[in-house]
């Protein structure tokens, strides 16, 4: 059960180990996590909880993310609004441009930067929240 007033954060990452390292840290800041391993599930669970913001690979095993993110902003209003983080190892630049015509807030290379990741995350967070007000824990 997501406690009222807690940011939920839907991490799409195929690694095992990477998602199990960000989830943990971002656990720790407070944020209730949901995982995805590909894009379907991805899909899946923002058909049942909109998240708050949305953390995904552009590699991923079955969709890479620009497609997921253009997905996601077809849903309309209630996703059109949620910020979406872009993790990649490629080279930015082949990245960047793809992953904000997509509809992506901003792009992160890996290594991430876990001190980087976590005031990007809490800025966009806040940002979000003024511009849609409280959250009340209930999905969206």
């Not at 807690?6 to 949901?34: A, C, N, P």
Request: hydrophobic share 40%.
């Amino acid at each position: 059960m997501i406690e009222s007033g807690t940011q939920t954060i839907l991490l799409v990452e195929d690694y095992k180990d990477s998602r199990e390292m960000i989830r943990l840290l971002l656990e720790k800041q407070g944020y209730w996590i949901l995982e995805a391993q590909n894009g379907k599930e991805a899909i899946d669970l923002v058909a049942r909880q909109i998240p708050d913001l949305v953390l995904t690979d552009f590699n991923l095993p079955d969709i890479d993310g620009t497609t997921l993110v253009k997905h996601f902003r077809k849903l309309g209003k209630k996703m059109n609004d949620i910020p979406i983080i872009m993790v990649t190892a490629q080279p930015p630049g082949e990245v960047y441009e793809l992953a904000m015509a997509a509809g992506c807030t901003t792009v992160l290379t890996k290594p991430i930067n876990f001190s980087i990741l976590e005031n990007i995350i809490a800025r966009l967070l806040q940002n979000s929240r003024e511009l849609n007000g409280p959250v009340d824990g209930v999905s969206r």
